[in-house]
């Protein structure tokens, strides 16, 4: 009689079921998402079950990845690598999983001719390691040359912006995403770059507005709308209203219409004394993250401050970072707060709404990005795009390489590894050559997006490669094999990091699953009662 060991509801699937049950479920998430892969890539429509009018229209592989729901444990392994890349490099994302899911298509093969796992993992292990040797040959470095860098930057902002919604105007957000890096100094910090969408226009009528922060707030009513010099700015997170007692649980009982005037007037006065000492701070702007009622505002108009209430709560921390100022809450010692500073507060307007804009800020990293378009799904998906790209540009700040794209580094790694297998002895050779083929799949499904015929572009560009002409991949405007290297006019260049990033990710994580030989789940959770 067989012993129960597991509780009951549990269940377990063994050997090659559980392999296979791996397999699958790793290799549905690639196909879901390799028909999103490179500059042909197709869109989905992401929709909520519970709101039909809450949906997002993106070709991003981090946003589909997370907005969908598997009970597969191989397939949350490929959804969470996805995470982790946009997390770490911001692009990349869609090629970690269709990498990651045809290495495990080729390892199924494997599985099928009798190869144990562990002899295939040995095998992808040594693999990894010579494609890696290969893309750091393969790689260039400019940074020593600020011009050559800076070109190096627009060709790979340009390749990330090549499978989006912005690649018709890729040169014009390519520089934008350019110039607003380059103003951080060497720093990753994002939080110096806002961007602020807005209906209406084309996505070419964005802009970069390079000295200046832009706050989507208005002015209080009878304040200054002009400010210039030297502005010093309080940034606070208090209370600014009169009409409650801020007693937990008070109740306040009065016999005349006279008590309740007293109770008024007291709060006023206590307000009025709030008000002054701000303003003893001698200050020329206040921005509250809360509400600032009437008589407080009238406060301020009078004495000629500006005041700025409900300022959302990111937009309150990145203002305060850019002026150089701290959030305030007490206001009793004078000087005590650290105030930011500009040198001119106006208002302006972008399409039919108001904005505040300050300029000639104290931290020169800042800068705003205005995103125009069509409708807010445009504005999100463009606002996606650039965030991907702005992304792979600060972490160029630290690894300044860069690699061939297109399908190139690819071929070039693969390449390595098909040298390398030929002089390796045993089983592993099998798996290092199915590794090379997973690697070739990447160009290929590039092809079959564009509609091309990729069996006969990709033998192509292995035969160039074969003969030494490392610089050659796919050109997807005119279907052919091209020169994307500096020599050529295609100039298609990736980041380094991205390309190291996605090739280790992919690699550990078919690995890990290939490693699998038993999945027991557990009993569902019974409800009390």
């Excluded at 304040?223 to 109740?251: Q, W, Y």
């Amino acid at each position: 009689m067989p012993v129960q060991v597991f509780e009951k509801g549990s269940s377990e699937d063994r050997g090659e079921n559980a392999r296979l049950s791996s397999f699958v479920g790793a290799i549905a998430i690639c196909d879901l998402v390799k028909s999103t892969l490179g500059p042909k890539g197709m869109d989905k429509i992401l929709q909520s079950g519970s709101n039909p009018e809450d949906l997002q229209i993106t070709n991003d592989g981090a946003t589909i990845l997370k907005s969908i729901y598997v009970d597969n444990g191989a397939a949350k392994v490929l959804i969470d690598i996805s995470k982790v890349q946009d997390d770490e490099v911001g692009d990349g994302t869609t090629s970690v999983c269709v990498l990651a899911g045809e290495i495990l298509r080729e390892g199924e093969k494997l599985i099928g001719q009798q190869i144990h796992p562990q002899t295939i993992v040995r095998g992808w292990r040594e693999a990894t390691d010579v494609a890696r040797a290969a893309l750091v040959k393969a790689a260039t470095d400019h940074s020593q040359d600020e011009e050559a860098f800076k070109k190096d930057l627009i060709d790979v902002a340009r390749t990330t912006l090549s499978s989006k919604i912005l690649t018709q105007e890729k040169s014009l957000f390519a520089s934008l995403a350019v110039d607003a890096v380059l103003k951080l100094n060497g720093s990753t910090d994002l939080e110096h770059i806002k961007i602020i969408k807005k209906p209406g226009g084309s996505l070419k009528d964005s802009y970069l507005d390079r000295d200046g922060f832009l706050l989507e707030k208005k002015i209080g009513v009878g304040c200054p709308h002009l400010l210039e010099g030297d502005i010093k700015i309080l940034v606070a997170n208090t209370p600014m209203d009169s009409d409650k007692v801020k007693i937990f649980g008070s109740r306040v009982k009065a016999d005349s219409t006279n008590k309740v005037a007293e109770i008024e007037a007291a709060e006023r006065d206590k307000m009025r004394r709030k008000c002054e000492k701000i303003l003893s701070h001698n200050i020329n702007v206040f921005v509250n993250r809360q509400l600032i009622y009437n008589l407080p505002e009238g406060i301020f108009a009078q004495a000629g401050v500006m005041s700025i209430e409900h300022a959302d709560f990111d937009g309150i921390e990145r203002l305060a970072l850019v002026t150089g100022g701290e959030i305030a809450s007490t206001f009793d010692a004078a000087g005590s707060i650290r105030l930011g500073s500009c040198k001119k507060v106006e208002e302006i307007i972008i399409g039919e709404d108001k904005l505040i804009r300050f300029s000639g800020l104290s931290k020169p990293e800042a800068c705003t990005i205005v995103l125009r378009g069509a409708s807010s799904h445009v504005l999100d998906e463009a606002e996606r795009s650039l965030h991907d790209a702005l992304c792979v540009l600060s972490q160029m700040a630290q690894e300044k390489r860069t690699v061939l794209g297109a399908g190139c580094s690819e071929m070039i790694m693969a390449k390595a590894i098909d040298e390398a297998a030929a002089k390796t002895s045993g089983k592993q050779a099998l798996a290092m050559e199915a590794f090379a083929h997973a690697l070739r799949q990447i160009p290929s499904i590039i092809c079959d997006n564009g509609g091309y015929d990729a069996s006969d572009l990709c033998t192509k560009l292995r035969a160039c490669h074969a003969l030494g002409q490392n610089t050659m991949g796919l050109d997807m405007k005119r279907g052919q094999v091209a020169d994307v290297g500096a020599s050529g006019e295609l100039k298609i260049t990736e980041s380094f990091k991205v390309k190291e990033q996605v090739l280790l990710s992919a690699s550990e994580a078919a690995e890990m699953i290939m490693r699998v030989d038993e999945i027991i789940r557990r009993a569902p959770r019974q409800r009390e009662g």
